[in-house]
């Protein structure tokens, strides 16, 4: 199962990307900027939505290309891709990372990066990758 090293390692792997504490001491990773993964420690709001159901590992949240892509993600793999009210409307999904493969959890954070870079980055990252 995947770790933060994991999540830093993959992130940082890739053009342009930096790492950045905000001031509550969590990690998020940037390209341009851009943040397109980042710590989430559930609030006591998402703790009540959640119930029962609440994870009490560590938390990622990671940008998707859309709404749909964030639903099919949780509908597929309930047991690590997750939501609460807070991100309703907005597109990223909230991970499990003690869940999650650490070949998945690669997909997962080069598909956010994808969507955060710029298009011209985008390209040539894609373009060398082979993807």
Known sequence: MASWEDVRRLALELPETDEHESGEGHLTWRVKEKGFVWERPLRKSDLAALGDAAPDGPVLCARVPDEGAKHALIADDPAVYFTTPHFNGYPAVLVRL????????????????LTRAPKRLAKEYQAGSGT
């Open 98 to 113: 003690d869940h999650i493969e650490v070949a998945e959890l690669e997909e997962l954070v080069v598909e956010a990066w």
